[in-house]
């Protein structure tokens, strides 16, 4: 993967010797055959990341952002992802030229605990992008001291409950509000990208 010296990563996570073990441009097979492309992500990516949140159905809007926010708001919210500290961003990307169909990141929160959250396009859903996408964050993030993942969900969206429940991690559930649960979901040492990829029943090939 060649990226350009002046452009950077959306990253400020330590990456040292860590993005060789998550083959941070590789194609990976979905559950139905498709392929998709799986990269770092970089700041010149915010417009797709736009795009992406603009081609949800309402109904994925809520389940992403707990309500069905529109227009200036989704751009905001973009922009706010893709400049958050202490960050690793992954994109999945899909056709020529590329379009982005899935997003997913972690925030540090301190030095062993990290917020993770997603967002695949509507046509993706169902094919186990997601859990592949989980296991190569959990590879960065335990490379980098992180213990456990911390997520909110609503307690009706069940495609991402199945996410969590696939990967195989030891997961808690703690209830905040009655249409939200909080997840923790603790990483293994070991890593586990190819465990996630096995378990949402894809594969990956490293592009030549």
Known sequence: MHIDPEEK??????LTGVLSKVN???????RDGSTVR????????EPGLVKLFQSLSEEARCQRFFCPIKDAALEAEAHREANLKDTFSLLAVHGVPETVVGHAFYAALNQTRAEVAFTIADEFRGRGLATILLGQLADVAAANGIQVFEAEVMGSNQAMLNVFRESGFPINRLCCLPRELGLFCK??????????????????????
């Open 9 to 14: 990563v959306q990253s400020d996570i330590s």
């Open 187 to 208: 990483i293994p040492k070991c890593p586990v990208a190819s465990i996630c990829s096995c378990r949402g029943r894809g594969r990956t090939r490293v592009r030549p």
């Open 24 to 30: 941070p441009d590789a194609h990976v097979v979905l």
């Open 38 to 45: 799986v990269r770092v992500m970089r700041q010149s990516d």
